[in-house]
């Protein structure tokens, strides 16, 4: 995308990349219309093989969107009602949505102070103290509710890996399934000391969630999600689970939903899947040219910091400010479009049930200061350039 120099800067554009690839896209949907294969198929089973290779994983579920891929997650792994599910409350709503609509209740661990993401401290702490092993029940139990603890579900937050050792780690001795909440984070990796190799998001977990909402680093023209697993039987799990639980056509043999796929959306991403590496490590140098460019603002604002043992995809570029009304009013008057990822924590959340939640005074702190400044593959220097300076302008640098 070029532009001028006083052009607005959106906070995402989403026409100018899918108009360079039209021809190929076009004829996704050229080619459903001509089979009339709307719904699974060969579009399908093709973006699925694909995509389980591009995350090292074995199987890939096309599901219709990610809150859909966490639900039958949660549903096919044995969350059962009245169990209790760890996560963070900083987070999107779907999170918790699909903890609760599987019938579990979740309990909030706080963030890490610099990655945002879940604090395996926190997590520790909670298991530690909060819970005790019940021998007699062969589980975990939170000592308050007197709940089973089942799940924990780290968020891969903005692009950046959860710290995965340590949590898979207490997973392994409470006994915890894993879920990853990737939906941020298609192709970020996370060097495992503990393997000794890098690991790509969603290959860790039990299974992990991710979302191909129009935005995403990966995203369809559509609704769309997709789960990742390297076990067979939950694999066949999910895929009855997201078909009306049936096992053959009208044997129903679980309740299930109509969670399915669809071809156009199948087939569109699979053409966008071919230039995701790419995309990722176009959205990697311009995290950098933030980086470097705000660096030589001293104070005033705080960047991403990515964990040595993070390849973040930077779905977002956060940075923290402590007027940060007034930065974005100051930033939209430049024409310089910005979100916010997430206003309110979950925890607060009127349509959030949980139980007393911990003290999570790193996510209080952090959702009143973040920023999301413009990041997609396909900015210019001159974009981000002209971002940096109208920051450095509001700070009167
Ligand atoms: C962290 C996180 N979890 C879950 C979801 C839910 O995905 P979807 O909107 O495809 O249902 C999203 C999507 O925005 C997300 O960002």
Excluded at 168 to 188: F, P, T
Excluded at 279 to 286: G, K, Y
Excluded at 301 to 308: K, Y
Aim: glycine letters at 8%; a negative charge; charged letters at 25%.
């Amino acid at each position: 995308m070029s532009m001028t120099s006083t052009a607005k800067i959106p906070f995402l554009d989403l026409v100018s990349p899918h108009q360079e690839l039209q021809t190929e896209l076009l004829a996704v949907v050229k080619k459903a219309f001509d089979s009339a294969g709307f719904i699974g198929g060969p579009m399908v089973d093709e973006f699925e093989r694909e995509f389980a290779k591009f995350c090292d994983t074995k199987y890939c579920i096309g599901v219709n969107s990610g809150t859909d891929a966490l639900r039958f997650a949660f549903m096919a792994a044995g969350v059962a009602p009245g169990d209790i599910v760890v996560t963070v409350p900083h987070t999107f709503i779907a999170t918790t949505e699909a903890i609760s609509q599987a019938g579990a209740q979740v309990t909030f661990v706080d963030i890490n102070e610099e990655t945002y993401t879940m604090d395996p401290e926190r997590l520790r702490d909670y298991l530690e103290n909060m819970c005790e092993f019940d021998p007699s029940r062969g589980k975990l139990i939170e000592k308050a509710s007197k709940c089973s603890v089942s799940a924990v579900v780290p968020v891969h937050l903005y692009g950046q890996m959860a710290d995965m050792d340590p949590i898979l780690g207490l997973a392994e001795k409470y006994n915890l399934i894993v879920i990853e909440d990737a939906c941020q984070a298609h192709g970020a990796e996370y060097f495992s000391k503990k393997a000794g190799i890098w690991r790509k998001a969603g290959s860790m977990g039990l299974a992990a969630a991710f979302s191909f909402y129009p935005g995403k680093n990966l995203g369809a023209c559509g609704e769309a999600g997709a789960i990742t697993t390297n076990d067979e039987v939950l694999a066949n799990k999910m895929r009855m689970i997201r078909d009306h639980g049936q096992s053959k056509k009208y044997y129903h043999d679980v309740e299930g939903y109509n969670g399915r796929l669809d071809s156009i959306q199948a087939g569109w991403l699979t053409v966008k899947l071919r230039h995701l590496a790419k995309w990722n490590e176009s959205r990697r140098t311009i995290a950098q040219r933030y980086h470097e460019l705000f660096a030589e603002l001293k104070e005033g604002i705080t960047i991403p910091r990515e964990a040595a043992w993070t390849r973040g995809v930077y779905h977002l570029y956060v940075v923290r400010v402590q007027d940060r009304e007034a930065l974005q009013a100051h930033l939209a008057g430049a024409g310089i479009g910005t979100g916010i990822h997430y206003p309110i924590p979950t925890h607060r959340q009127p349509a959030v049930g949980c139980f007393a939640p911990l003290a999570v005074p790193r996510t209080e702190r952090l959702v009143d200061e973040i920023l999301s400044l413009p990041m997609s593959a396909d900015h210019t220097d001159e974009e981000i350039d002209r971002v940096v300076a109208a920051v450095r302008a509001f700070f009167g640098a």
